[in-house]
């Protein structure tokens, strides 16, 4: 709710470039329905109306992380995301 409440009313969507996140579900989740209207299409299914031409890309980075070393605080490898993502945005 949060992060669709955001996509709303945040006021810098012509300014972005480039959204980093890290390599947590939640995070990426978040990403992605927080900025659909920032994000290019390329992240979104195409049947969809979510994303935009010439969006931001989408950079998911393996060295962001929460707290801890623990698995549930560093991520998964990006391979592990492909059937959970509709689309990986090629290599980023």
Do not use: M, W
Not at 22 to 36: E, M, N
Not at 61 to 87: H, M, W
């Amino acid at each position: 709710e949060q992060a669709a409440k955001l996509n709303q009313s945040f006021p810098y969507a012509g300014r972005v470039g480039i959204i980093i996140t890290s390599p947590l579900r939640h995070a990426i989740r978040t990403a992605l329905t927080a900025l659909p209207s920032i994000l290019d299409k390329r992240y979104f299914d195409p049947s969809s109306e979510y994303g935009v031409d010439n969006g931001a890309s989408l950079v998911i980075d393996p060295l962001l992380q929460e707290r801890s070393a623990l698995a549930c605080d560093t991520g998964s490898d990006l391979r592990c995301y492909s059937n959970i993502f509709v689309k990986s945005g090629g290599d980023e």
